[in-house]
């Protein structure tokens, strides 16, 4: 099942979506909440009528860096033994369609496109057997970096973590299982052209160990959303620029590069 989140006159709620065709596409609205026992109202909605918003709204975002060997390669870092975590804070994150708002103390920001695992239920110390019934579902993140700080200020808070720089969306796709999770691909183009090309399986470190990772030191509540790294094929966004993660089995997450002001 695919759910969003989202906002039609004013109201904010979750729907399932249903169709194949982008332009046939509703929404069947949730009573309740996703993260717990919920039915389908029946109340059905065009997807064109409504705007779209992150489809969670995380206490906390924990990402992963240098995940991917060939991404490490690419910007000279050696990769990591264990798994290397960094936050992103609940401020960060914005929806499909929201612009992505070019910092003001940054002369080069940069897409990741990144797989992201959504937290299902509180949980602490998960054994590695454990993991799916933590496991919510999946969608599309953009790990935007303001490398030239994250460079100069060596630690990642204003690099990684400013206002806008956490895209998710468009939906949580709740139907994969972790098998086909760990092996999907991952694409990201600018204005069209193709930047990114990957799959979950070039992890280093799979899903399943970043969720015992996390997990060994801190409680993940409901929503919670785990970045788990980025392919090879970083580079620099400008303002006016078009960005579009997809990830097979999920959807597509577009967003554009605006002046911040």
Known sequence: MRIARFSID???????????????????????????????????????????LPPVLPNKVVAYGRNYADHAKELGNEVPDVPFAFFKPSTSVIGPGDDIQYPSFSADVHHEAELAVVIGRMCREVPRER??????????????????????????????????????GPWVETGLDLE????????????????????????????????????????????????????AGVGPLTVGDEVAVTIEGIGTLTNKVVKRG
């Not at 596409?25 to 064109?48: H, N, R, W, Y």
Request: net charge negative; proline share 5%; aromatic share 6%.
């Open 131 to 168: 993991v799916t019934d933590v496991i919510f579902g999946y969608t599309c993140a953009n790990d935007i970096t303001a490398r030239d700080v994250q460079k100069r200020e060596k630690q990642w808070a204003r690099a990684k973590g400013f206002d806008t720089s956490c895209p998710l």
């Open 10 to 52: 004013g109201n904010v709620a979750f729907g399932a979506v249903e169709g194949d065709r982008p332009d046939e596409l509703v929404l069947d609205i949730i009573k309740g909440i996703p993260f717990a026992d919920f039915e389908l109202s029946g109340t059905k909605v065009p997807l064109s009528k409504v705007r779209l």
């Open 180 to 231: 086909t999770a760990s092996d999907l691909t991952v694409q990201l183009t600018v204005n069209g052209e193709q930047r990114q090309l990957g799959r979950t399986s070039e992890m280093i470190h799979p899903i399943e160990d970043l969720i015992v990772n996390i997990s060994e030191a801190m409680t993940l509540l409901p929503g919670d959303v785990i970045l788990t790294g980025t392919p």
